[in-house]
């Protein structure tokens, strides 16, 4: 608990279900139910966005420690206990979680309009899991929000999505519960190993170099899906496209961070050697990721697609300056995924404030729209700059950054990481150009409506962040900082031993 004794961490985390049963109880005609539907999920991720800031003004950036720890007692006689807290690396991607959660309500107001109270519902419970996940520090905890996502994701898609919805949620669900039951078995593995299920004394633990590389083969199963990381990404264009605009949102902005992270949690400080075994392997797929799924999103038609294949490319690089194993690398790769959370979300938003006004997300349907909503094009630039990694934006510190620490491992992964600049720039601009700049051509679009006031506040707080990150990365990268850094010591003590052993 922090200093007060106070569980903040619980309350975060579970105050979104209190909100979720709340609106069960909710009785009235149908547009009474979905208008105190809307306020009570709205007003509930406030509030819980409000308490995520007391973790920001009062995490210690000094200590690589997990802070806020809460700790009880579930089932002794298994090593089974309830075991929640956060250290510089999750921090920020709670915050990320309770940030975008009520940006998505926002977003979702009008769009919404059928089962209004259950949309509201998934999306507490989904808000619920993410936050757990981050702050679970023990694995049956873990594997319960990891996995546990999955539903109100499941039904977001597939009920709420777009034409072929169905079939998208159940290719996300499969994909992703497959890759988990072996990520289960490893997990199964450390337990008994350790006869704990606490995350932290399960890294006091020292593995056979052997057992490794099938533990290793195990979490990448399922973090590779979750990236997700080519060639196992074919379910992520689906479900961005079947998904509601709320829904993508949080699958680019937060769900897709999930398997980088847990090879931050669990890969790399658990199995170092496995680590550098695999390290040629994953750098391989994230050249090919960063380089395929590039050039097959400058052919797409659809504006979601598009950018759907360009968040692949994006957490490439991720990948790639994960298993660099330094500390530019590793930092670059968690502040890649903050600010691919907020720009990449941004633009989903871009296509559904065009999609809830003309019902299309085809690129050639559009035109001239600088000419009939100029507020909308400054903001869609601003994002599609922070895409490209203008400097400035919050796009760059971490590419950068990345291709810096791969630059000391192999100069030609660094060239491959380095093409997503360009590559990117050439789609997105060629997006920007056709939908922003082109001649109006439909008659339709000249009756357009710029952004709405309720629009203005839902991009509001990710112009800022998209800024601020670009402009002062220190303030972000000073949270993760000694928490990488004792990452990085630790995997070179642990490369050490096998060499002090055989000297």
Known sequence: MNAAGFPLLSLLTFLPLVGAGILLFIRGEEAVVASNARWTALWTSLITFALSLILWFQFDK????????EQMSWMPEF???YHMGVDGISVLFVLLSTVLTPLCILASWEAIESRVREYMIAFLVLETMMVGMFSALDIVLFYIFFEGVLIPMFLI???WGGARRVYAAYKLFLYTLLGSLLMLLALLTLWFEAGSTSIPAIMQLTIAPSVQVW????????????????PVHTWLPDAHVEAPTAGSVILAGVLLKMGAYGFLRFSLPLLPQATEWFAPLIFTLSVVAVVYTSLVAMAQE?????IAYSSVAHMGIVTMGIFTLNQQGISGAIFQMLSHGVVSGALFLCVGVLYDRVHSREIARYGGVAKIMPSYAMVFMLFTMGSIALPGTAGFPGEFLVIVGVWHVNPWVA?????SMILGAAYMLWLYRRVIFSRITREDLK????????EYVTFAPLILLTLWMGVYPSSFLSFFEASVAALVTRHEAAMALPRMAGM
């Open 447 to 454: 009756a357009l409506l710029d952004l709405s006031p309720r």
């Open 79 to 81: 090593g089974l206990g």
């Open 302 to 306: 659809d504006m979601k697609k598009l």
């Open 157 to 159: 898609i597939g009920v």
């Open 62 to 69: 000094s200590s690589a420690d997990f802070q806020f720890v």
């Open 415 to 419: 060239f491959g990481g380095a093409l």
């Open 215 to 230: 533990m290793f083969l195990a979490f990448l199963a399922s973090f590779a899906v979750k990236v997700p990381m080519w």
